[in-house]
């Protein structure tokens, strides 16, 4: 009988390591060619391949039309102050919600009130509160301004879409870049009036990186503050010697951990970690351990209004409030629906990789279900478990004299990670939460070790070991001079310099790119083009899937959070469930390409970081394409099938 040490020896437990074959063609890009012409035919067959089958506004449709055309009339016809609009918009509140909030409390006196407050919500959000609504500056631009800066555009897309394909620079190289082009080509355009003024600083959106960077902050603390503390117990309770159930524990605690706070802030925390347990078991692929986290990310962020930017931001334009209890009652049977089925896919596509030594899918439902383990399975286990127990006797070794279990420092962490989790739920700015939790992180870290931490040794020894006498040093009379006081390292000089100010930076240019783009109004006019007689029922049935497939498409080539922004410019009075679909297909389409989402650049930067570079957008869309499909449609039936938001404008009176 063979004992641990030897199993892991044997060859089984290196077949993870070995180099998989590469795939054809047909085993790659298949299922995604499916999956697209199953979409096409669907679409085809409910709404015609012309769209003869678009059926005609109904009564409800039509009378909800008429009141959003009068209440635009209105609001265009009142007298508008710039001046002093944007000293009651901006000196009194703060956020858009506060605007919303402070109207609707105003509207309680008279109907008159409320008509007033209504419109004058209205006028302010689009003409005053300009930092997250569109403002459309399309007809100030030539056919040559447009064109020019949808070229540029679509060539550094391409760029961040396969920036490997190109000189060596780098996501964040070539988004800045790209973002500085667009600034000094809009400028020419405008000097030669060919185009608008360019407000770059209107477009760049600070929130999400002032949110990056609390994260960050906070990450790096936790992760070196303290050996064994709660960074490496959270890496630990993901790990597993059996590689489905590793898969399986990485999306279950993505998808839980997206809901709860945010997705972004979920990938930034774990990508290193997922990349460490695949070096940690020799994984020669580490992309469907990779995928579990980024696409499970996505999808369980479209649960709660928090879970994602493009979720506060509808919460905040939508023209009738939405709660937090209403927006996840409507969510919760799509997102359980598309958590199904892209694990189910994900365990199917990379059944080689979960499954080693499997014979195929009815051998791995035998494995997931009845416990059966394949040989090779049994010899990673074992390996697994010896190379535990070897580490644990090391560790005893070498901590004998420690103190076990949690130490203060462990405790301090989990005490703050836990006021932050309840800040965050409460509704505080979870930028100023998580900037917070950091600095006081990085307090904890300087005062640990300044008062508790041993001091570095700078003995140095002669070549038997022995140690050396410290040098002494005299000055030109002959006077010993006394060695200076030991300078503090301080954490600008250590734990600082690992915030990636890179990933800032691609943030950035993204922006610059994006806005310069919306500003020509081709987003807006594919959408109307692409509509067609469904732009007045969009999220009526068969319309509806026709209209989740343009809101997806969109968000992968202008972003998901302006997509938002141009649908809140274009269906100002859009019904609150409306946005639920629109909420649900923006956040699935993350999932379709690389640049589908803000999650799945940072899981690539991160992990490119620390030398994986296995994530990249030729391997991420044989998988995304058809898995964020079949996530979209199953849960967008659902969605139309159960929800519980109005489909009507109860603050315009369609209800």
């Given at each position: 009988m063979m004992s641990p040490l030897d199993v892991e020896a044997a060859p089984p437990a290196t077949m993870e390591a070995a180099v998989p074959a590469?795939?054809?063609f047909g085993r790659k890009w298949g299922p995604a060619l499916l999956a697209i012409a199953v979409v096409?035919?669907?679409?085809?067959?409910?709404?015609?391949?012309?769209?003869?089958?678009?059926?005609?506004?109904?009564?409800?449709?039509?009378?909800?039309?008429?009141?959003r055309e009068a209440r635009t009339q209105a609001v265009l016809d009142m007298d508008y102050d710039p001046e002093a609009d944007l000293n009651r918009g901006r000196d009194s509140v703060s956020t858009l919600r506060d605007v919303r909030r402070s109207l609707s409390a105003t509207t309680s006196a008279t109907n008159t009130a409320d008509s007033d407050a209504v419109m004058e919500y209205t006028r302010r959000r689009h003409r005053v509160l300009g930092d997250y609504t569109h403002v459309d500056v399309s007809d100030q631009f030539t056919a040559f301004g447009k064109w020019s800066v949808t070229v540029i555009y679509f060539a550094y897309w391409v760029f961040l879409m396969f920036p490997n394909w190109f000189l060596p620079i780098g996501r964040p190289g070539i988004a800045l870049g790209g973002g500085l082009t667009m600034v000094v080509w809009r400028y020419i355009l405008f000097v030669t009036g060919q185009g608008p003024v360019f407000d770059a600083e209107r477009v760049i959106i600070m929130e999400p990186l002032f949110l990056l960077f609390g994260?960050?902050?906070?990450?790096?603390?936790?992760?070196?503050?303290?050996?064994?503390?709660?960074?490496?117990?959270?890496?630990?309770?993901?790990?597993?010697?059996?590689?489905?159930?590793?898969?399986?524990?990485?999306?279950?605690?993505?998808?839980?951990?997206?809901?709860?706070?945010?997705?972004?802030?979920?990938?930034?925390?774990?990508?290193?970690?997922?990349v460490d347990l695949c070096v940690r078991h020799k994984v020669a692929n580490s992309l469907p351990y990779l995928l579990s986290l980024a696409t499970t990310a996505n999808i369980g962020s479209g649960l709660t209004m928090t879970g994602n930017p493009q979720n506060i931001l509808i919460v905040s334009l939508a023209y009738d409030d939405i709660g937090w209890a209403?927006?996840?009652?409507?969510?919760?049977?799509?997102?359980?629906?598309?958590?199904?089925?892209?694990?189910?896919?994900?365990?199917?596509?990379?059944?080689?990789?979960?499954f080693p030594g499997s014979s195929g899918m009815v051998e791995n439902f035998g494995i997931m279900f009845a416990g059966k383990k394949t040989p090779e399975m049994l010899a990673k286990e074992n390996a697994y478990y010896a190379r535990q127990a070897a580490v644990k006797e090391a560790v005893a070794e070498e901590t004998?004299?420690?103190?076990?279990?949690?130490?203060?420092?462990?405790?301090?962490?989990?005490?703050?990670?836990?006021?932050?989790?309840?800040?965050?739920?409460?509704?505080?700015?979870?930028?100023v939460v998580s900037i917070c939790a950091g600095a006081l992180l990085m307090v904890m870290a300087a005062y640990k070790r300044q008062h508790y931490d041993p001091r570095p040794d700078n003995t140095e020894y002669d070549a038997e070991g022995n140690p050396l006498p410290i040098k002494k040093t005299y000055d030109m009379d002959g006077n010993e001079i006394e060695p200076e006081e030991e300078e503090l390292v301080t954490e600008s000089e250590t734990t600082l310099t690992e915030v990636d100010y890179g990933l800032l930076m691609l943030f950035i240019g993204q922006f610059l790119l994006i806005g310069s783009f919306d500003d020509?109004?081709?987003?807006?006019?594919?959408?109307?083009?692409?509509?067609?007689?469904?732009?007045?029922?969009?999220?009526?049935?068969?319309?509806?899937?026709?209209?989740?497939?343009?809101?997806t498409i969109l968000s992968n080539v202008a972003s998901n959070v302006p997509?938002?922004?141009?649908?809140?410019?274009?269906?100002?009075?859009?019904?609150?469930?409306?946005?639920?679909?629109?909420?649900?297909?923006?956040?699935i389409a993350g999932n379709l390409t690389m640049l589908g989402s803000a999650a799945n650049m940072i899981v690539a930067f991160q992990a490119a970081k620390v030398g994986d570079r296995t994530f990249t957008s030729e391997r991420h869309a044989p998988f995304g394409i058809p898995s964020c499909l079949a996530c979209l449609y199953a849960g967008t039936f659902l969605l139309t099938m159960v929800h519980f938001s109005p489909e009507c404008s109860e603050r315009l009176g369609e209800c």
């Open positions: 590469k795939p054809t096409v035919a669907i679409n085809a067959a409910l709404l015609g391949p012309t769209g003869s089958k678009i059926p005609a506004l109904s009564e409800r449709h039509e009378m909800a039309r008429d009141l994260l960050m902050l906070t990450t790096i603390y936790l992760e070196k503050m303290e050996r064994g503390g709660l960074f490496d117990k959270l890496r630990d309770s993901l790990d597993d010697p059996i590689s489905w159930k590793r898969s399986a524990k990485i999306m279950a605690m993505s998808t839980i951990g997206s809901a709860a706070v945010m997705n972004d802030s979920v990938v930034l925390i774990f990508s290193g970690v997922v209403e927006f996840a009652s409507n969510m919760i049977l799509p997102v359980i629906a598309a958590s199904i089925i892209n694990t189910a896919m994900m365990f199917i596509y990379y059944g080689s990789e979960l004998r004299d420690e103190p076990t279990g949690w130490s203060i420092w462990s405790k301090l962490q989990i005490i703050v990670v836990m006021v932050f989790l309840v800040f965050f739920a409460l509704g505080f700015d979870v930028c020509t109004g081709i987003p807006q006019a594919f959408f109307s083009v692409t509509m067609g007689g469904c732009a007045d029922q969009m999220t009526s049935v068969p319309c509806v899937y026709w209209f989740v497939m343009i809101v997509v938002v922004q141009m649908l809140a410019a274009t269906f100002p009075y859009a019904t609150p469930y409306d946005w639920m679909q629109v909420s649900f297909s923006a956040t």
